[in-house]
Nanobody, 122 residues
């Protein structure tokens, strides 16, 4: 079982990035997938989640209207399109797979990727 996150980097405030999460070794389309992030000195927080069946999404208030999560079932991949990025979006972003897309705590998610660094700075 593997989740591979990629697409992070350095971007100026107001810029955009697209994160990808590739799943392998399990039937990922049956799972909910989430993006979490963790900034230095802070707890890991749920940013966005997508349900396995109908693709319903959840967004944290801090990213609503700026981030869009999508899923490509054929490729067993999910994406996080991030726009209007702010310095406070700087964090390591992780993708995770689980059974309940409404779960907000890391311990409720079963599989984790290795994380990708996003830095928003001028």
């Amino acid at each position: 079982v593997q989740l591979q996150a990629s697409g992070g980097g350095l971007v100026q405030p107001g810029g955009s990035l697209r994160l990808s999460c590739a799943a392998s070794g399990f039937t990922s389309n049956n799972y909910a997938i989430a993006w979490f992030r963790q900034a230095p000195g802070k707890e890991r927080e749920a940013v966005s989640c997508i349900r396995g069946g109908d693709g319903r999404t959840y967004y944290a208030d801090s990213v609503k209207g700026r981030f869009t999560m999508s899923r490509d079932k054929a490729k067993s991949a999910v994406y996080l399109q991030m726009s209007s990025l702010k310095p406070e979006d700087t964090a390591i972003y992780y993708c995770a797979a689980g059974f309940d897309y409404l779960a907000r705590t890391p311990k409720d998610w079963v599989y984790w990727g290795q994380g990708t660094q996003v830095t928003v700075s001028s």
